[in-house]
């Protein structure tokens, strides 16, 4: 009998989540086999098997936390045989201790003095192992715990709810009065949904509020004439998409800006490790991408090496990846400074939150064409963008935040800069 275990993911990867068994109990299965799928806080994986058998027991459900090294399931291997002979046997009574070692031909008849099966309560549900070893580490009775299931089977969440609920009416009064109710409780009948955050959403909330409890994070603000860069694409588009087979997008630009901004102010480029300041000799610049489950960051490596077609094509191949989850663990780590665009989705302002250990952020907002005064007697029409630097006020001073935004926006607005910043 051999282990199917949670492989190691990476180094800031200590567990994760059976987001979809493929197979299930007394399944053969050849090496190679993909088994299940596991959801990590940043990329998902598929578990195969590593040698051929039958999948004797599956240890961990759907929607179960797992541990690194942790057994999730066993295999018994080259089981293949066994199957053989035990399907050509003679049909005979087979002794009560033996019967769950294989399954039965036929289905037995019912006999209401024996004994349940270890997983089978006396309302007819059954429970997982999981659900099993908790029920009896907490003495609960698994035929009055209630599961959401539409099979029946009881899970370990279940139990945890179970043991969660009050024993007595009588422990109700110590609730704070001013605590909120539920949604459900305060609305009785009006129609709710409930569910579980995906891991991945989970860590987003995690780690946001944490950037906001570990940094001294302040936001500085500034707008961009974007008519220069608007020619630029105007009169260049068609030649670089014709040369390069990508389009000249709005990305190359402010990442070019971004790099040439950080050579002048190092210590946003930098993080903090305990009292030590770790400045980066290096520009591998994390752009935000909005995935179905959830925002990813992964990374376009030495941007400063990098021409504005290669640049859109790297960023082009991420976000296709994050999109389709494809993102490899890699391509999501050692980030050191990023660009979020909020106005790809209309938004005029915003405060981007920072990407711990990052201690910078750039926000890009929406291209809105407005007013602008050029001189004291005139006023023109401009295509302005607001953008928006939140720094870590503990290494970086206000007056270099200033300076460094007011660097991004004066190359952004001379585009030709870029090519002697590059």
Same mark, same amino acid.
């Given at each position: 009998m051999s282990e199917i275990k949670v492989p190691a993911m990476g180094e800031s990867?200590?567990?994760?989540?059976?987001?979809?068994?493929?197979?299930? #109990?007394?399944?053969?299965?050849?090496?190679?086999?993909? =088994?299940?799928?596991?959801?990590?806080?940043?990329?998902?994986?598929?578990?195969?098997?590593? #040698?051929?058998?039958?999948?004797?027991?599956? =240890?961990?459900?759907?929607?179960?936390?797992?541990?690194?090294? #942790?057994?999730?399931?066993?295999?018994?291997?080259? %089981?293949?045989?066994?199957?053989?002979?035990?399907?050509?046997?003679?049909?005979?009574?087979?002794?009560?201790?033996? %019967?769950?070692?294989?399954?039965?031909?036929? %289905?037995?008849?019912?006999?209401?003095?024996?004994?349940?099966? #270890?997983?089978?309560?006396?309302?007819?549900?059954?429970?997982?192992?999981?659900?099993?070893?908790?029920?009896?580490?907490r003495g609960i009775d698994l035929d009055q715990v209630q599961t959401r299931d539409p099979i029946g089977r009881i899970h370990s969440d279940d139990v945890k709810s179970h043991g969660s609920v009050p024993a007595a009416p009588a422990a109700a009064p110590s609730k704070p009065a001013s605590a909120p109710a539920p949604a459900a409780e305060a609305n009785p009948g009006k129609p709710v949904e409930r569910s579980k955050m995906s891991r991945r959403r989970a860590t987003i909330a995690k780690r946001l509020v944490a950037a906001q409890q570990t940094a001294a994070m302040l936001t500085t603000f500034n707008e961009v004439d974007m008519t220069a860069i608007l020619d630029v694409r105007k009169r260049r588009k068609d030649k670089f998409k014709e040369k390069h087979d990508v389009g000249l997008g709005f990305m190359s630009f402010f990442t070019k800006a971004v790099v040439g901004a950080l050579k002048q102010f190092p210590l946003v480029n930098a993080e903090i490790d305990g009292d030590d300041i770790v400045v980066k000799k290096f520009y591998d610049i994390g752009i935000a991408v909005s995935a179905k489950e959830g925002l990813v960051v992964p990374v376009v490596r030495d941007a400063d090496r990098l021409s504005f077609a290669e640049i859109e094509r790297n960023i082009g191949e991420l976000a296709s990846k994050a999109r389709s989850n494809s993102l490899s663990l890699n391509e999501l780590q050692g980030g050191t400074f990023t660009i979020t665009n909020g106005g790809i989705f209309g938004s005029l302002l915003s405060t981007p939150i920072l990407n711990s250990p990052q201690v910078g952020i750039l926000g890009m907002h929406k291209i809105q064409v407005r007013p602008v005064a050029i001189d004291d007697e005139r006023m023109e029409n401009r295509p302005m963008m607001y953008i928006a630097l939140s720094y870590d006020h503990r290494i970086i001073d206000g007056s270099d935040a200033v300076r460094f935004l007011v660097t991004v926006k004066e190359l952004l607005e001379d585009p030709e800069s870029l090519l002697l910043e590059g």
């Open positions: 990867i200590t567990e994760g989540t059976i987001s979809r068994w493929i197979v299930k #109990e007394g399944d053969t299965v050849n090496q190679g086999d993909v =088994l299940l799928e596991v959801e990590t806080d940043k990329v998902n994986i598929e578990i195969s098997a590593e #040698e051929s058998g039958v999948i004797t027991s599956i =240890l961990h459900q759907e929607g179960d936390t797992v541990q690194i090294g #942790e057994t999730i399931a066993q295999l018994e291997a080259g %089981a293949g045989a066994k199957e053989s002979a035990a399907a050509s046997a003679p049909p005979a009574p087979v002794p009560a201790p033996q %019967a769950s070692e294989a399954a039965p031909v036929s %289905a037995p008849v019912k006999n209401e003095s024996a004994p349940k099966a #270890e997983d089978e309560g006396a309302n007819g549900y059954t429970a997982t192992p999981s659900a099993r070893k908790l029920a009896r580490e």
